[in-house]
């Protein structure tokens, strides 16, 4: 396991995937000592764990960090909010109209083991949208 820091620099060998910005990495001894500076210190960086439990950042805005971790809370909010609704959301792509080869996304609701699939799934099909179907039901 290591600690990997991107930041950014102008005359940095690693290039953004749009190409705008040039970064220059940073590990080990390095990183330590930029990270004491008062330049590190204001720095801001999104860090991830990767797969093999490296731990990779890479310099970001304080907005855009923000927004990670509002979608980070909201994804958290939803999976509670599936659990204790004690209801499972199934999706599948399939085809929805004869004579079509597109397919769209569905969401069925299952219910509860004292709920009819087809009334749940009744309410998410008219309404088109799970969380309604929830409140629906409630």
């Known amino acids: 396991m290591s600690t990997k820091f991107y930041i950014k620099d102008e005359n940095g060998s690693y290039l953004s995937i749009d190409g705008k910005t040039k970064y ?3 590990e080990g001894k390095a990183l330590y000592d930029f990270l004491k500076t008062e330049d590190g210190k204001r720095r801001c960086f999104h860090v991830e764990i990767d797969d093999d439990g490296n731990k990779i950042g ?3 805005t304080h907005e855009f960090i923000k927004q990670e971790e509002s ?3 909201h994804a958290a909010y939803l999976e509670r909010q599936k659990v204790e609704s004690g209801l ?3 999706s599948a792509n399939i085809i ?4 079509e080869t597109d397919v769209e996304l569905i969401e069925t609701i299952v219910g509860e ?4 699939c087809a009334e749940c799934y009744g ?3 008219s309404t088109q949208s799970p969380r309604a179907a929830l409140k629906e039901r409630i």
């Open 88 to 90: 499972e959301i199934i």
């Open 71 to 73: 979608e980070k809370n």
């Open 24 to 26: 220059t990495l940073l």
């Open 123 to 125: 309410l998410a099909e």
């Open 113 to 116: 083991c004292g709920t009819g």
């Open 96 to 99: 929805v109209r004869d004579n």
């Open 58 to 60: 890479i310099e970001a």
